[in-house]
């Protein structure tokens, strides 16, 4: 089992749509976790970070998290053709002394105008 | 201006050779790190180092060194060992303490 898991895509929304992301993780200890937006050829970058169950909400964004059920998901609301890209989730455990960072590998997102 | 840089944004290797790849931060940040990236894959840590003069192993070492002589500077060197080292090379930094990660511009790295 993949320790944080993400459905590849493409993920098509009409412009205007929300887009729903989903990621999963194993590890249990998980404290922190992020959502990356990463266009073809770049680098990621930051979109949300959450770390307490419940939903988080910054602009169009909304991050939720659900610990019972290992789950993280990302809303887009209003999607718009400049949201296309693809989204990374990353989920912070614990390694020894060390809290890692494991990568999804990422779901793309088409927005359709 | 605050952030990560890299260079050179492409390079070319020939078999056997070694490269470096550059990476500085002004964000004070202590930790930093060097991620691989694959088609299809996600992204897979090669080298983490949290203070200055300490690094560690991350999954995929093999083949690749790194030093941390300065805070501001974290060089990865891709050795002849490395046996498939085609791939875009991610720099990140993060605070002390921090969860949060950010990005440079990345390094792709072909060789010929």
């Known amino acids: 089992q993949k320790e944080v898991e993400q459905n590849s895509g493409p993920l098509s929304v009409p412009e205007g749509a929300i887009a729903s992301l989903n990621c999963t993780y194993s590890?249990?200890?998980?404290?922190?976790f992020f959502w990356y937006r990463q266009y073809s050829g770049k680098s990621p970058e930051l979109i949300m970070s959450?770390?307490?169950?419940g939903d988080k909400e910054d602009g169009r964004f909304t991050a939720q998290l659900n610990k019972a059920s290992q789950y993280v998901s990302l809303l887009i609301r209003d999607s718009q053709p400049s949201d296309s890209a693809t989204y990374l989730c990353?989920?912070?455990?614990?390694?020894?002394?060390?809290?890692?960072?494991?990568f999804g590998t990422g779901t793309k997102l088409q927005v359709i105008p | 201006d605050g952030g990560i840089t890299q260079s050179p944004k492409y390079l070319f290797r020939k078999e056997g050779q070694n490269v470096t790849l550059s990476c500085e931060q002004n964000?004070?940040?202590?930790?930093m790190y060097w991620y691989r990236q694959d088609p299809g894959q996600g992204l897979r840590l090669i080298y983490y180092?949290?203070?200055?003069?300490?690094?560690q192993k991350g999954d995929i070492a093999e083949g690749y060194s790194v030093s941390r002589e300065k805070k501001e500077s974290f060089p990865l060197t891709v050795t002849s060992a490395q046996k498939n080292p085609t791939a875009f090379y991610l720099c990140?930094?993060?605070?002390?303490?921090?969860?949060?990660?950010?990005f440079g511009p990345g390094t792709r790295l072909t060789v010929l």
């Open positions: 990140a930094s993060g605070g002390q303490g921090q969860d949060t990660q950010y």
């Open positions: 590890d249990r200890v998980s404290q922190s």
């Open positions: 959450i770390y307490s169950n």
């Open positions: 990353a989920v912070r455990g614990r390694s020894g002394g060390y809290q890692k960072v494991t």
């Open positions: 964000l004070n940040h202590d930790a």
């Open positions: 180092s949290q203070i200055v003069n300490d690094f």
